[in-house]
C-alpha cells in the first residue's frame, strides 16, 4: 500500500497521464530527485513483481 501511494504521488506531482506505464517514461536527463525517484519506484515495483 506504501509504494502505491508514492507511484500516486509520483504521478500527481509529474502530471503522468500515461494509463499504461504506472510512472510514466523514465526523465531524458538527470534531474537528481526527479530520476533518484523514478528509479528507486522502478526498483519496487520489480521487487513486487518478483514477489508475486
Keep these: 500500500m506504501d509504494h502505491a501511494a508514492r507511484v500516486l ?4 506531482t509529474y502530471r503522468i497521464t500515461d494509463q499504461v506505464l ?16 523514478h528509479r528507486e519506484l522502478v526498483e519496487g515495483l520489480r521487487r513486487w513483481q518478483l514477489a508475486r
Excluded: I, K, M, S
Aim: no cysteine.
Design 22 to 37: 504506472a510512472l510514466g517514461a523514465a526523465p531524458d536527463t538527470y534531474v537528481p530527485r526527479r530520476t533518484e525517484w
Design 9 to 12: 504521488a509520483h504521478r500527481v
